[in-house]
């Protein structure tokens, strides 16, 4: 008798607490009926981190963490009657990749519609994470969007997600130092090299640039540049066993070994991206440039400590071959469907319409410094003639960025982008610590990646 | 207990009393247990079973039964992690409890005001989060924003990058030994305290010096006390994982992200999303945590009082 009573004590206490964790991870369902009985959101215990004043109406949920990207929210929702936005900022890039990779191996707890960054997208189709977006009508708005965006966001023939913004590549410097030293701003690679001993020889007591061992998205897009826009990688989602891998070519290497040179003359510096000291050595006169994307400018703008009399200035990215320039992109964003929504159809269309008219883009290009992928944005004479107080009234996008966004075709990224990036880190570092020299740091790189996707179950083919 | 019970019948009546309390006794633990099940034994469990197959990035999930053990002990990323650990095993632990042994026997000499003092202050890292903790040195070792810059140009002469990858090491030695000297104190503290003082008035009476008296009575019967304390800063050096996440902010490239074993696993799980191998390295690191620990106790086990 009081076994059984102390058997159904300990079983009512486990309910108890297996009750509690159901709570907190499904509560909005019941605590809001209103919203099981129109279409439930897949990830229906979020709070929306904006409020929603139609409630009657069903609810895509979406994660991203645009800058202001409250106001255009708030825009998308005042004027669709058929749809709303429950916004939840889950973290900058790293936090919520991690968040998404955890949602997928638990198969539930993944929004609608979620904000990747382009080269991350076939790291989540491997995983059948992402939905096709040909299905649900993508292609009839192809047109609205620049050629490289549209390859970014696809996979093969499948696309995966709606490009919002782009980071065309451009080279930011402080005009008044090379003014300073009379050095002339270069315009190839040859001249950056000759103009970073200038400044040296001049006097200049910081660097022309830094170059950092964890820059390995700015340096994979540098690679791309000497490799006349190609990535390296040949990967299609619709044979997702196959992949190319090809990295060690003289054009790589070409550029490895420039930077190895230049930050072992001491003309570069070689300290580590990402910091706060990095940030401060940027706008405080250490370093006289900053090779950069048209998002930059934002990032800039947004540091504190710099010399009230910089002089910045935005000028293409120097070429290799003048007569033949490359136009290369760092970065970049896009919004895509999970699998695991239950109303794919509407998030799609809440994905195609967050950034889908002028309205919407105006408070990203003015508020959060997007850079638009959305043609009728980029083409526009407001956008082209649009002047950037950070640069003294420059206007950046007619300079520099329009032409280098217009002229990007677009890339591959491989099916594993944060292990191509971590080992690039490790590999960089290692060279600067003298463990190898640049042409093998490439040949290792190459055969690291070769082995784990071998490992992963991947048929790799090189060269 | 069998002095006492020599008749059959009231053999039967105690095993019934014992039951009894061993019921009651259930109830009592009840609460720890569930949540001890559902929150360690339980996803122990599950964390095991993904460990037994294998899932690459392309093709479906496969039994391997064992083999994944087998490549985590050949992965050279995790060796070099677990070589990683094992020396800050050599240089923090001894660090950790050396200082936090000398300061509770000086704090425990001392009966002013001051010593009451100072013993808050070294207990107080204790209470500053991890998290924080790590986050004020990063900006401490900073070469723009700390102090230390300023410091050796005061002096003329140009500071050493603390956040270099050759710095790094004694960089994250010092935060954790800072974070971790005032807890071991206040452990060893209060064993000392436990000590019959009136050892200390018959060492006094044969003539022993305070420093005689620290090693020669003291210590030996704290030594209880300071065995826990190691036991504790190894398993905790073993899972080495916060400081290193939060100084990595810093110096990227000096700390990768596969620094240390926990931070491996993390890295596998939740960046690459490859969970079966990332149960399979913690799974291993917890074996050899296990291990580590045992063979500690079972070397020292005279001097704990295991035995």
């Keep these: 008798m009081k076994k059984q009573l102390i058997a159904a004590g300990v079983a009512g206490m486990l309910a108890l607490s297996l009750a509690g964790c159901a709570g907190s991870s499904g509560g909005g369902a019941t605590t809001n009926p209103s919203d099981t009985s129109t279409s439930a959101p897949a990830?229906?215990?979020?709070?929306?981190?904006?409020?929603?004043?139609?409630?009657?109406?069903?609810?895509?949920?979406?994660?991203?963490?645009?800058?202001?990207?409250?106001?255009?929210?708030?825009?998308?929702?005042?004027?669709?009657?058929?749809?709303?936005?429950?916004?939840?900022?889950?973290?900058?890039?790293?936090?919520?990749?991690?968040?998404?990779?955890?949602?997928?191996?638990?198969?539930?707890?993944?929004?609608?519609?979620?904000?990747?960054?382009?080269?991350?997208?076939?790291?989540?189709?491997?995983?059948?994470?992402?939905?096709?977006?040909?299905?649900?009508?993508?292609?009839?708005?192809?047109?609205?969007?620049?050629?490289?965006?549209?390859?970014?966001?696809?996979?093969?023939?499948g696309v995966y997600a709606v490009p919002v913004d782009g980071g065309p590549m451009g080279l930011?410097?402080?005009?008044?130092?090379?003014?300073?030293?009379?050095?002339?701003?270069?315009?190839?690679?040859?001249?950056?090299?000759?103009?970073?001993?200038?400044?040296?020889?001049?006097?200049?007591?910081?660097?022309?640039?830094?170059?950092?061992?964890?820059?390995?998205?700015?340096?994979?897009?540098?690679?791309?540049?000497?490799?006349?826009?190609?990535?390296?990688?040949?990967?299609?989602?619709?044979?997702?066993?196959?992949?190319?891998?090809?990295?060690?070519?003289?054009?790589?290497?070409?550029?490895?070994?420039?930077?190895?040179n230049l930050v072992k003359q001491g003309v570069v510096a070689n300290d580590d991206a990402g910091t706060t000291d990095y940030t401060t050595a940027m706008v405080n006169g250490t370093y006289a440039s900053y090779i950069s994307a048209a998002w930059g400018p934002g990032y800039l703008s947004g540091a504190s400590g710099g010399s009230s009399d910089a002089v910045w200035q935005a000028v293409p990215l120097p070429q290799w071959d003048k007569a033949n320039p490359v136009m290369v992109n760092w970065g970049g964003s896009s919004f895509a469907v999970t699998t695991q929504s239950k109303q794919p159809e509407l998030a799609a269309k809440v994905a195609m319409g967050i950034y889908g008219d002028m309205d919407s883009w105006k408070i990203g290009v003015e508020q959060?410094?997007?850079?638009?992928?959305?043609?009728?944005?980029?083409?526009?004479?407001?956008?082209?003639?649009?002047?950037?107080?950070?640069?003294?009234?420059?206007?950046?996008?007619?300079?520099?960025?329009?032409?280098?966004?217009?002229?990007?075709?677009?890339?591959?990224?491989?099916?594993?982008?944060?292990?191509?990036?971590?080992?690039?880190?490790?590999?960089?570092?290692?060279?600067?610590?003298?463990?190898?020299?640049?042409?093998?740091?490439?040949?290792?790189?190459?055969?690291?990646?070769?082995?784990?996707?071998?490992?992963?179950?991947?048929?790799?083919?090189?060269? | 207990m069998s002095a006492i019970t020599t008749g059959a019948a009231p053999r039967a009546s105690l095993a019934k009393l014992r039951q009894r309390r061993?019921?009651?006794?259930?109830?009592?633990?009840?609460?720890?247990?569930?949540?001890?099940?559902?929150?360690?034994?339980?996803?122990?469990?599950?964390?095991?079973?993904?460990?037994?197959?294998?899932?690459?990035?392309v093709g479906g999930a496969r039994f391997t039964g064992l083999y994944n053990y087998v490549r985590v002990f050949t992965d050279p990323v995790f060796l070099q992690g677990l070589r990683r650990v094992a020396y800050y095993v050599l240089v923090m632990v001894p660090?950790?409890?050396?200082?936090?042994?000398?300061?509770?026997?000086?704090?425990?000499?001392?009966?002013?005001?001051?010593?009451?003092?100072?013993?808050?202050?070294?207990?107080?890292?204790?209470?500053?989060?991890?998290?924080?903790g790590a986050l004020m040195w990063s900006f401490l070792y900073s070469p723009n924003f700390g102090p230390i810059t300023g410091l050796f140009k005061q002096f003329g002469l140009t500071a050493p990058n603390i956040l270099a990858p050759d710095n790094i090491f004694g960089a994250l030695v010092n935060v954790v030994t800072w974070q971790w000297v005032g807890y071991y104190m206040i452990i060893i503290f209060s064993a000392l305290k436990a000590v019959d003082p009136s050892l200390y008035e018959a060492a006094l009476l044969d003539g022993a010096s305070t420093t005689q008296t620290a090693i020669h009575v003291k210590l030996p019967l704290i030594v209880p006390s300071l065995i826990m304390c190691t036991v504790f800063s190894l398993i905790g050096t073993l899972q080495f994982y916060t400081e290193p996440t939060i100084l990595r902010a810093a110096a990227p490239s000096a700390i990768p992200v596969t620094y240390t074993p926990n931070m491996y696993a993390a890295n596998v799980a939740f960046s690459r999303g490859l969970f079966n191998y990332a149960s399979t390295i913690a799974f291993s690191l917890g074996i050899i945590v296990f291990i580590g620990s045992y063979l500690f106790l079972f070397l020292t086990r005279k001097q704990s009082g295991l035995k």
């Design chain 1, 43 to 157: 990830n229906n215990g979020a709070a929306c981190d904006n409020t929603i004043t139609k409630t009657n109406l069903p609810q895509v949920t979406v994660w991203a963490w645009y800058p202001a990207f409250g106001p255009v929210v708030d825009l998308f929702n005042q004027t669709h009657d058929d749809v709303q936005i429950c916004w939840t900022n889950a973290g900058q890039g790293g936090g919520e990749y991690d968040k998404f990779t955890t949602a997928i191996q638990a198969g539930t707890g993944a929004p609608d519609v979620i904000m990747l960054e382009f080269e991350t997208l076939s790291s989540y189709t491997i995983q059948n994470a992402l939905v096709d977006l040909t299905k649900y009508g993508i292609n009839d708005i192809k047109s609205n969007f620049t050629a490289g965006a549209w390859k970014d966001a696809s996979v093969g023939s």
């Design chain 1, 172 to 260: 930011l410097v402080r005009k008044d130092i090379f003014d300073k030293y009379n050095v002339p701003i270069p315009t190839t690679w040859d001249e950056f090299a000759t103009a970073a001993k200038a400044l040296k020889d001049a006097g200049y007591p910081g660097y022309i640039t830094d170059w950092p061992s964890n820059g390995e998205s700015q340096l994979l897009a540098l690679y791309e540049q000497a490799n006349a826009g190609a990535s390296g990688f040949t990967y299609d989602a619709a044979n997702p066993q196959q992949l190319g891998i090809n990295f060690n070519t003289a054009g790589t290497k070409k550029v490895q070994e420039y930077w190895y």
């Design chain 1, 368 to 463: 959060a410094a997007l850079f638009p992928t959305y043609l009728p944005m980029l083409t526009s004479d407001y956008f082209k003639n649009l002047p950037y107080p950070f640069f003294n009234g420059q206007m950046i996008n007619a300079d520099v960025f329009l032409a280098a966004g217009q002229g990007y075709t677009g890339v591959v990224y491989s099916p594993f982008t944060p292990y191509v990036r971590s080992q690039l880190d490790q590999a960089n570092a290692a060279m600067m610590q003298g463990q190898s020299d640049a042409d093998t740091t490439i040949d290792n790189f190459q055969a690291t990646l070769v082995q784990y996707a071998q490992d992963q179950g991947f048929t790799v083919t090189q060269g």
């Design chain 2, 22 to 57: 061993d019921r009651w006794g259930w109830l009592f633990i009840a609460p720890f247990l569930v949540v001890f099940i559902v929150f360690l034994v339980a996803p122990l469990g599950y964390a095991f079973w993904l460990s037994l197959w294998q899932k690459g990035l």
């Design chain 2, 95 to 132: 660090i950790q409890i050396g200082l936090a042994t000398i300061i509770a026997m000086i704090l425990d000499t001392l009966t002013t005001k001051l010593a009451r003092l100072s013993r808050l202050l070294v207990f107080l890292p204790y209470a500053v989060p991890a998290m924080i």
